[in-house]
């Protein structure tokens, strides 16, 4: 499922950010059908991250960003 990939994804960041001792811009971001992960790279720059690669990339529509 998704959800349980990115809610993963978000939980390994946040143990590495202790780790390293940086914080890292790292968050969920959930469409209608859909939910994908997503960082800000050193660049300043948004990075998306679609575990299954199912993400239509002309959805235009997205109901909520947690970071």
């Known amino acids: 499922d998704c959800d349980d990939a990115c809610f993963l994804a978000k939980?390994?960041?946040?143990?590495?950010?202790?780790?390293?001792?940086?914080?890292?811009?790292?968050?969920?971001?959930?469409?209608?059908?859909h939910s994908l992960n997503f960082y800000l790279n050193h660049n300043l720059k948004i990075i998306v991250i679609d575990q299954d690669g199912s993400w239509d990339w002309k959805t235009k529509e997205i109901n909520l960003i947690l970071c």
């Open 11 to 33: 939980a390994a960041c946040i143990k590495d950010q202790f780790k390293i001792g940086s914080p890292v811009a790292f968050g969920i971001i959930w469409t209608p059908d």
